[in-house]
């Protein structure tokens, strides 16, 4: 069962990629799986960002290319 974060963060991406939420899984990577491109990925971070009301380094944000990702990482931020 997913918790609310992770409905969130699924929300966000499943909107800025223009894909069903359901597409978007935790090991569904952004470029690949649900056909973003790098500038979507920047979008999302921003996006990620506006939604959580914390700023993303960009040596963070290259690493996160899954919902999984982005989870772990927030885990590990406190968030």
Do not use: C, W
Request: glycine residues 6%; hydrophobic residues 40%.
């Amino acid at each position: 069962m997913a918790n609310e974060l992770e409905e969130r963060i699924r929300a966000v991406i499943a909107e800025h990629l223009g894909v069903e939420p359901e597409r978007v899984t935790r090991d569904a990577t952004f470029i690949g799986d649900l056909s973003a491109d790098s500038l979507d990925t920047v979008e999302l971070t921003l996006a990620f960002e506006e939604e959580l009301g914390f700023a993303i380094p960009e040596e963070d944000a290259e690493k996160l290319t899954t919902l999984g990702k982005v989870l772990d990482y927030l885990n590990k931020q406190g968030k």
